[in-house]
């Protein structure tokens, strides 16, 4: 073999792995293209885009325009949804109008407008007008003892237009006045089957008769939460008072006086928040006067005793205490488990802690970094369960 042959041997076994390897990395290199192609880039998946849809809908981006509406036009008249235009306006000034109907009919109508801004945004004034139909409303009689099993049903229509002034000197901090002009009309329900019995006998004052109120009321409070939609720390310290007038003389005069405690505890940077939060409203009628039926302080929906049916129980006062242990298992979901007790009297003297209903249980929020977008929870107590659907918190 000459030189010349041997040399050339010599170069194509050295070569040849370096060859091999390279076109092994040319192929790997191909087949990774070709999987990018069919696999894609990464998105968020349908919850995050229902969040993200929500977060950039005209209330929340901060831009104007159409919107649908989901929510409650009255508690008890079933799920709810309609439409809404919201205008930004200079200073920050806004106009909203909503439309939405229930599943049982109820429907309502609301528009809203801020002025713009005063005193270098310390002074807010908001004005409102809303027409409210609600179908069906329960009553179930007064008292902590009413039972479960009898109830009337009413029509419920109030109008309104109202204009509240709020200033707030400081970020924690704010007190507002406000006078509303509330005109109700209401009716009870006759039964749609000729076989069905007739509505029970009880004392239901106000329904029937035609109401027309001058409302007075001025709120004061101390609220360092990051924002009233959602926050996961801060507390609420809260006192309103308001005087109903009825023009028309009419004996349904009335004061109300109402206290709120909310307080948030952050745990592991945030990532699980005890919640707590007391509420009482003392209703104060005039000699000789009642509080209606429509306008009593009450317990059971889906804010107050979660597993009691709407307006469950109903008086002159009421005291309600709820607890909540929530966690944040994703950025867009927080899980809590609640327990709720509350209970209504005629006389303030009357509330006997042993008699306080309570229910308990679990529930999931969809929420933004301010908002709350939906809540799902199901509650149990000892007349049942109950499945809530809500927009906001329930505080």
């Known amino acids: 073999m000459s030189r010349v042959t041997a040399l050339v041997l010599l170069l194509l076994l050295v070569a040849s792995p370096s060859a091999a390897q390279s076109t092994r990395q040319e192929a790997i290199a191909e087949a990774q293209a070709e999987k ?19 977060m950039n809908s005209p209330l929340f981006s901060g ?3 159409a919107y649908p509406w989901f929510g409650s036009v009255y508690g008890g008249s079933g799920f709810s949804a309609g439409a809404g235009y919201l205008r930004r306006l200079p200073r920050g000034a806004s106009a909203n109008a909503v439309a939405g109907i229930s599943m049982n009919s109820s429907h309502l109508l609301e528009g809203r407008f801020t002025a713009p801004e005063l005193w270098r945004g310390a002074l807010r004034l908001d004005g409102v007008a ?30 309104e237009v109202g204009l509240d002034a709020t200033v707030q000197p400081l970020r924690w901090f704010y007190a507002g006045a406000g006078y509303t002009r509330l005109g109700i009309r209401s009716n009870l329900d006759e039964p749609n ?44 310290y809260r006192v309103s008072l308001s005087r109903h007038d009825e023009s028309a003389q009419r004996r349904y005069s009335f004061n109300t006086t109402e206290w709120e405690v909310v307080q948030l505890a ?16 003392f209703t104060s009628p005039d000699a000789g006067h009642a509080v209606p039926v429509m306008l009593s302080p009450f317990l059971g ?52 802690l042993a008699a306080f209903e309570t229910s308990w249980g679990l529930g999931a929020r969809f929420h933004g970094p ?16 109950r499945l809530i659907l809500g927009g906001a918190q329930a505080f």
């Open 266 to 281: 952050p745990l592991v940077r945030e990532q699980f928040v005890l919640a707590f939060r007391g509420l009482a409203t």
């Open 193 to 236: 089957d000729p076989d069905d019995e007739p509505a029970p006998e009880m004392a239901a004052p106000g329904i029937g008769e035609p109401l027309d109120y001058n409302v007075l009321r001025a709120t004061a409070a101390i609220d360092w939460r990051t924002g009233p939609g959602y926050s996961t720390r801060g507390g609420l």
């Open 63 to 65: 831009e104007g325009g």
């Open 301 to 352: 929906n889906g804010s107050t005793l979660r597993s009691f049916a709407n307006h469950r129980f109903t008086d002159r006062h009421r005291v309600l205490l709820t607890g909540e242990y929530r966690w944040r298992p994703s950025r867009y979901l927080d899980m809590a488990v609640f327990l709720d007790a509350g209970q209504v009297a005629a006389e303030r003297r009357a509330f006997r």
């Open 130 to 159: 809303r027409y409210l139909s609600a179908k069906e409303v329960d009553f179930y009689g007064f008292g902590a003892d009413s039972t479960g099993d009898e109830d009337i049903e009413y029509d419920f229509r109030p109008v």
């Open 370 to 385: 301010t908002f709350n977008a939906l809540r799902v929870e199901v509650a149990r107590g000892r007349e049942g369960m």
């Open 36 to 54: 990018a192609k069919r696999v894609g880039t990464e998105g968020p998946n349908p919850a995050e885009r229902v969040i993200v849809r929500v």
